[in-house]
């Protein structure tokens, strides 16, 4: 089989250890990268660095006006809404950091241009769409689905769903779009012992909310990230 397969990369410790793997599994893969507005730009670098380390084809997507829709967030807004600092009550709520059907948008638009690539294959190349899979690499995590609701296996399991009721190459030449989740169950620690283990550069990535030179070591991305390195025993490289 053929797999032509896009993975979600943000330049976050989560996301780059699933293009790892992604990038294990099949040649024919892109990284794709959302700049949709988010006051911590710095990501989408560290992004570039990620694909580049990984010799993936690599590709930023600027649907900035989406904050002009999605603008209450402490991501999109900062004017409005600051990023919670020393943030005590992480998981138990949805946070001001959640950006108003965020995901949903990145999976649609993730499912859009994987579909167009396959039907080129199709359409112009002729190739035979029985022997095609469509993968979309993502990154949820334990850690997130506890206060995110669009990072929760429900969430996913239902938009794909969706986007194959939609689609071309589902209802014409019964491809499927799989999404892949393969740290969904994870914890912080054990995202990181999994880099570790697959040589994810986890050194280019970037975690923190503000777009500052170094991590503030202070907002909720900042925590989780410090309390994942402390419980796995080892020292965060971009410290």
């Known amino acids: 089989m053929k797999v032509f397969a896009v993975s979600l990369l943000s330049g976050g410790l989560d996301s780059t ?3 790892t793997i992604a990038a294990s ?6 990284g ?10 710095k990501e989408i670098e560290q ?21 002009e829709l999605a603008w209450y967030s402490a991501l999109t807004d900062k004017e409005s809404n600051d990023i919670p600092i020393d943030n005590k009550f992480i998981g138990n709520q949805i946070p001001i950091t959640y950006v108003p059907l965020r995901n949903s948008m990145f999976v649609t638009l993730a499912a859009s241009y994987l579909e167009s690539k396959i ?36 969430f996913y399991k239902s938009i794909s769903h969706t986007i194959n ?18 740290i969904i169950n994870l914890s ?13 550069p986890l050194d280019k990535t970037w ?21 994942g390195f402390n419980e796995a025993g080892m020292q965060d490289p971009i410290l």
Do not use: M, W
């Not at 975690?207 to 309390?227: F, G, H, M, V, W």
């Open 188 to 200: 912080k620690k054990e995202i990181i012992l999994l880099a570790r283990k697959i040589s994810a």
């Open 119 to 154: 039907l080129y294959a199709i359409e112009q190349n002729k190739e035979n769409p029985n022997n095609i899979e469509a993968h979309i690499f993502l990154a949820p995590n334990i850690v997130d689905y506890s206060g995110y609701p669009d990072c929760r296996p429900e």
């Open 165 to 182: 009721l939609g689609s071309k190459i589902y209802n014409e030449y019964n491809i499927k779009f799989t999404i892949k989740t393969p």
């Open 207 to 227: 975690s923190c909310y503000q777009n500052e030179p170094t991590p503030c070591q202070k907002c909720d991305s900042c925590i989780l990230r410090a309390k």
């Open 32 to 41: 794709l990268t959302f700049f949709y507005g988010q006051n911590h730009s």
């Open 25 to 30: 599994s099949t040649t024919n893969l892109d």
């Open 47 to 67: 992004a570039k660095l990620v694909a580049e380390h990984l010799g993936i084809h690599h590709k930023v997507i600027s649907i900035e006006s989406f904050k």
């Open 17 to 19: 250890t699933v293009t």
